[in-house]
């Protein structure tokens, strides 16, 4: 039996007062931050619920799962955020349905979508943790990844995305991330956007300038077993 107080409405809620008083507390406004619902294993269903409770955005990790949700809901008018590592050879098909790929991590996956003709927003993933494969760029590739991205008119560079290790305080790996935009920034003015902050670490995303929220199980619940 659910508790009271928690249906995914109340815990849409919660995250979205937690989200407006970390905002407050940093001085400021709530609208400069956009909130991505992650719903990876989660089935069409949970979407079509969160869309009835306001929400617009949500995030996918894997393309064969992501790209059947779409087509699922294609009457809805969502933005569909890629959030997970990317094979070069499904480059093409994600951008299909995602507005937002936060994944772009290596040249050659830059090449792959400089083969397709949409308009894509997309984030630099750095990778944080020392260990490489992990997804993300490691930080001394950051520069030229940039510039790779900003060879492709139909990329539209937004800035960095990172996932904050594990064994971090996430407020430091954030502040690490603090520089790894502003040398993005320097190449790339406008790529001023700041993807940080899931479930456990968003209000310390938030304080360091987060734009970009993507959150699962603070909202969704825990994800179904094998996830
Ligand atoms: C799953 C996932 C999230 C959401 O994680 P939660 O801890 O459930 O909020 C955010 N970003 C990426 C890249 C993910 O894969």
Same mark, same amino acid.
């Given at each position: 039996?659910?508790?009271?107080?928690?249906?995914?409405?109340?815990?849409?809620?919660?995250?979205?007062?937690?989200?407006?008083?970390?905002?407050?507390?940093?001085?400021?406004?709530?609208?400069?931050?956009?909130?991505?619902?992650?719903?990876?294993?989660?089935?069409?269903?949970?979407?079509?619920?969160? @869309? =009835?409770?306001? *929400?617009?955005? %949500?995030?996918?990790?894997?393309?064969? #799962? +992501?790209? /059947?949700?779409?087509?699922?809901?294609?009457?809805?008018?969502?933005?569909?955020?890629?959030?997970?590592?990317?094979?070069?050879?499904?480059?093409?098909?994600?951008?299909? @349905? =995602?507005?937002? *790929?936060?994944? %772009?991590?290596?040249?050659?996956?830059? #090449? +792959?979508? /400089?083969?397709?003709?949409?308009?894509?927003?997309?984030?630099?993933?750095?990778?944080?943790?020392?260990?490489?494969?992990?997804?993300?760029?490691?930080?001394?590739?950051?520069? =030229?990844?940039?510039?790779?991205?900003?060879?492709?008119?139909?990329?539209?560079?937004?800035?960095?995305?990172?996932?904050?290790?594990?064994?971090?305080?996430?407020?430091?790996?954030?502040?690490?991330?603090?520089?790894?935009?502003?040398?993005?920034?320097?190449?790339?003015?406008?790529?001023?956007?700041?993807?940080?902050?899931?479930?456990?670490?968003?209000?310390?995303?938030?304080?360091?300038?987060?734009?970009?929220?993507?959150?699962?199980?603070?909202?969704?619940?825990?994800?179904?077993?094998?996830?």
């Amino acid at each position: 039996m659910q508790a009271m107080g928690d249906s995914l409405e109340a815990r849409v809620h919660e995250v979205q007062e937690r989200i407006a008083a970390a905002a407050r507390a940093a001085g400021r406004e709530e609208s400069e931050i956009t909130t991505i619902v992650v719903t990876k294993f989660h089935p069409a269903e949970l979407v079509r619920e969160l @869309y =009835a409770l306001g *929400i617009r955005h %949500v995030g996918e990790n894997r393309h064969q #799962e +992501a790209v /059947a949700k779409h087509a699922e809901l294609a009457e809805l008018d969502l933005t569909w955020h890629f959030i997970g590592q990317l094979q070069s050879n499904k480059a093409r098909a994600v951008a299909e @349905y =995602a507005q937002v *790929i936060h994944s %772009v991590d290596r040249p050659s996956l830059v #090449e +792959a979508l /400089a083969r397709q003709d949409r308009e894509v927003d997309v984030f630099l993933e750095i990778n944080l943790t020392d260990v490489p494969g992990r997804g993300g760029v490691l930080p001394a590739e950051l520069e =030229a990844l940039c510039e790779a991205v900003l060879q492709v008119p139909v990329l539209n560079l937004r800035g960095v995305m990172a996932v904050a290790p594990v064994d971090e305080e996430p407020s430091r790996a954030f502040e690490r991330v603090l520089g790894y935009a502003e040398r993005v920034r320097s190449l790339a003015p406008e790529a001023r956007e700041l993807s940080i902050g899931m479930s456990g670490d968003f209000e310390a995303a938030i304080a360091l300038g987060a734009t970009h929220l993507r959150i699962g199980t603070a909202i969704t619940g825990k994800r179904p077993a094998g996830a």
